[in-house]
């Protein structure tokens, strides 16, 4: 029975498809005007499992993650880079894809980009025209007005007088309230457009959500995810816009289930672009093995804060390095995993508690510490069943302890300049001239190589 923490109720309650057994997950994604930093990656790795369990879970999903390429953001960064708006969310989509590969995510089943879906937000602004929530200004915007949509602040529990004292509301003389959001955004000179009935134009970003999510996967669905930090305003947003769009009834509920992810944090602040504070995934990854970064990021329940810093990276690679050492000896296998076996019990009753992540990787642990002793291959291969389910453990031993993490590490050894210096090692100690093997075992020790002496020999792995 899975369970997920609604952010809109506030509760955790027993997940209830609309139309079992499909499930529909929207997920909001990158604004591409940059690299993917580590909060980024958190929102698509956390999604990702979530997904994942869904799919194990036996659920016909359409999972969709959305791409954001039409923006302030991305007009300022293109014009001052010289380059038109597409050719800079191309390069950057490019990037995001590639990070994404790397750290095991797998692909949604749909990924559509705001500028496809200009004719779909239209129709949505037009509705709301229609139904009294929206009104065009001289200026040539279209604006929602908030206090004309009953319950507007219950995804993030402000209310109205709360939020026209805030620090948040953007004072706007086109605006008839201060509180009222831009739907509809009149051209400027240079900037990219498209034409309305209000004139030529762009979309707001919260209507970009509503447009592409319904278009997608109905006027009601079951999940909407994304950052905590989405919550308010765009979540908040999107809400009005849709069910103020949507016809009346049953349908005008836009979206059962809510979630937010926790914020990456670095000294006790939030990771942001705008604070000068943010590791690019592309940074981390120099210096880490993708699925280090990947099982730093699983250790963690979703809901929680995640608290960067090198040593909790280190600590993500030694337990990894756990993992893989009880591993080794045993091939990679495709075994599923065996639902009725205890372990698997436990992983499951975990998982289906709000994706308890951090408690599944305890089950793993414990798995481990069994195999060393056992060195049973049906537990190994159900290790890795499980660990599979998580974007984990699905490489050859061997692979993942030999490899060099990156930059971090140039400088170290090669592969076959280690293999020469065991074989010289060896030949040294035949030889009886114990000083040079101890001094050739410092030698790859000071380098960051582990040997271990065994009946069959000399084997290796990186400290």
């Known amino acids: 029975m899975l369970k997920i923490y609604n952010t809109l109720t506030r509760a955790k309650t027993r997940f209830i498809p609309i139309a079992p057994p499909k499930v529909g997950l929207y997920v909001c994604g990158m604004t591409v005007y940059d690299y993917c930093h580590l909060g980024h990656a958190r929102v698509m790795i956390?999604?990702?499992?979530?997904?994942?369990?869904?799919?194990?879970?036996?659920?016909?999903?359409?999972?969709?993650?959305?791409?954001?390429?039409?923006?302030?953001?991305?007009?300022?960064?293109?014009?001052?880079?010289?380059?038109?708006?597409?050719?800079?969310?191309?390069?950057?989509?490019?990037?995001?894809?590639?990070?994404?590969?790397?750290?095991?995510?797998?692909?949604?089943?749909?990924?559509?980009?705001?500028?496809?879906?200009?004719?779909?937000?239209?129709?949505?602004?037009?509705?709301?025209?229609?139904?009294?929530?929206?009104?065009?200004?001289?200026?040539?915007?279209?604006?929602?007005?908030?206090?004309?949509?009953?319950?507007?602040?219950?995804?993030?529990?402000?209310?109205?007088?709360?939020?026209?004292?805030?620090?948040?509301?953007?004072?706007?003389?086109?605006?008839?309230?201060?509180?009222?959001?831009?739907?509809?955004?009149?051209?400027?000179?240079?900037?990219?457009?498209?034409?309305?009935?209000?004139?030529?134009?762009?979309?707001?970003?919260?209507?970009?959500?509503?447009?592409?999510?319904?278009?997608?996967?109905?006027?009601?669905?079951?999940?909407?995810?994304?950052?905590?930090?989405?919550?308010?305003?765009?979540?908040?947003?999107?809400?009005?816009?849709?069910?103020?769009?949507?016809?009346?009834?049953?349908?005008?509920?836009?979206?059962?289930?809510?979630?937010?992810?926790?914020?990456?944090?670095?000294?006790?602040?939030?990771?942001?672009?705008?604070?000068?504070?943010?590791?690019?995934?592309?940074?981390?990854?120099?210096?880490?093995?993708?699925?280090?970064?990947?099982?730093?990021?699983?250790?963690a329940h979703y809901r929680s804060p995640l608290n960067y810093s090198d040593q909790h990276l280190d600590d993500a690679r030694a337990a990894l390095t756990r993992f893989y050492t009880a591993l080794k000896g045993f091939p990679v296998s495709a075994v599923p995993p065996d639902w009725n076996g205890p372990y698997a019990a436990r992983f499951r009753e975990a998982m289906d508690d709000d994706f308890n992540t951090p408690e599944a990787l305890a089950v793993l642990f414990d798995m481990a510490n069994e195999l060393n002793k056992s060195r049973s291959p049906e537990l190994a291969a159900q290790l890795r069943a499980l660990g599979r389910l998580l974007g984990l453990l699905g490489r050859d031993s061997e692979e993942f302890l030999k490899a060099a993490t990156g930059s971090a590490d140039a400088g170290t050894l090669a592969p076959e300049q280690i293999e020469a210096l065991i074989a010289k090692r060896a030949a040294a100690k035949k030889a009886k001239n114990f000083a040079e093997a101890d001094g050739i075992r410092k030698e790859l020790t000071d380098a960051g190589i582990v040997l271990e002496d065994g009946p069959q020999g000399t084997t290796w792995r990186r400290a």
């Open 46 to 299: 956390v999604f990702d499992l979530v997904q994942r369990w869904l799919r194990a879970s036996g659920y016909r999903l359409s999972y969709v993650r959305n791409i954001t390429d039409i923006d302030d953001k991305i007009i300022k960064r293109a014009a001052e880079n010289g380059e038109s708006p597409a050719v800079l969310t191309e390069r950057f989509i490019k990037a995001m894809h590639e990070d994404a590969a790397a750290l095991g995510i797998e692909k949604p089943d749909a990924e559509p980009r705001a500028t496809d879906y200009i004719d779909d937000m239209q129709t949505l602004i037009a509705r709301l025209q229609t139904n009294g929530l929206a009104y065009a200004v001289p200026v040539g915007d279209v604006n929602f007005s908030v206090r004309k949509f009953a319950g507007y602040g219950r995804l993030s529990g402000k209310s109205l007088e709360d939020l026209r004292a805030g620090e948040r509301v953007e004072v706007d003389a086109a605006k008839q309230d201060p509180l009222d959001f831009v739907l509809w955004k009149r051209a400027k000179e240079g900037e990219p457009f498209w034409k309305s009935p209000w004139g030529a134009g762009r979309p707001g970003w919260h209507i970009e959500c509503s447009a592409m999510s319904t278009r997608l996967l109905g006027e009601h669905f079951d999940i909407h995810g994304g950052g905590q930090d989405l919550q308010f305003p765009h979540h908040e947003n999107e809400i009005a816009q849709s069910e103020g769009a949507l016809a009346e009834g049953a349908a005008r509920h836009f979206v059962n289930v809510w979630m937010h992810n926790g914020f990456v944090r670095v000294d006790n602040q939030k990771m942001s672009k705008s604070l000068g504070n943010f590791f690019t995934v592309r940074e981390i990854l120099k210096r880490y093995d993708p699925e280090v970064v990947r099982f730093f990021i699983a250790r």
